[in-house]
Every structure is written in C-alpha cells, then in structure tokens.
C-alpha cells in the first residue's frame, strides 16, 4: 500500500522489481489472513487487514516530508495523535476508561536512557 500511494499519489518511481516484490507480498498477505470461516460472506480479516495497511500507508506517506526532523519528536506527536484517536474510537464504541491509578501507572515513561 505505501508503494502503490506513494507511485500514484507522490508520482514516485516505479519499476518491475518494485511491482514483483509488492506482487509477492500481497500474495503473503492473502495467504496469511485466508479463512473458510466467513462471517456473512464478507472477509471482514483480510478487509481489516488491507484498512490497516492503507492508514499505515498514509501515515508512511504523509509523513516522509519531515524525516529529516528530531526523530523523539516525530515519535512524540504521532504517538499522541495516534492515542487520541484510538482512545476516541474506543470510547465511541463504548468502551469506558480505566481506574485513574491505572491511568497513571501506563502514562510514566523512562527517559534516562535517553540522551
């Protein structure tokens, strides 16, 4: 997916080595995620799939303009927009927070191995 956006939408280069190589990946990808066991006919794994690799795609992207940028920083903003979002779906679905001590504990992270 991050080829095919960046070939038709970034009009980046593309050869025949590029297309065998995405050719046998998507192969992988079928094969990988293929079940006999649809749910009402529809392959919601191999289509949940094929949505992550596509945001993933745009992320990849989208994002390559500033990847020459401080890499913590990057990380950082991705991370926060990326949480948010997950955490809205998750509320939107119903999902319900968790105890504030939890909060807390998930939310501290070691900085001194960083320089």
Request: aromatic share 10%; net charge negative; glycine share 14%.
């Amino acid at each position: 997916m991050t080829a095919l956006l960046a070939w038709f939408v970034f009009k980046e280069n593309f050869d025949r080595r590029i297309a065998m190589g995405m050719l046998f990946i998507l192969a992988g990808g079928v094969i990988l995620s293929w079940s006999n066991d649809l749910q009402g006919g529809i392959p919601w794994g191999i289509l949940a799939i094929a949505g992550a690799c596509f945001c993933w795609a745009l992320d990849n992207n989208l994002t390559r303009h500033v990847s020459g940028g401080d890499p913590q920083q990057i990380a950082m903003i991705k991370g926060l927009v990326a949480g948010s979002v997950n955490t809205a779906i998750a509320l939107g679905a119903g999902a319900s927070l968790p105890a504030i001590g939890t909060l807390f504990a998930t939310s501290i992270v070691d900085y001194s191995g960083m320089d």
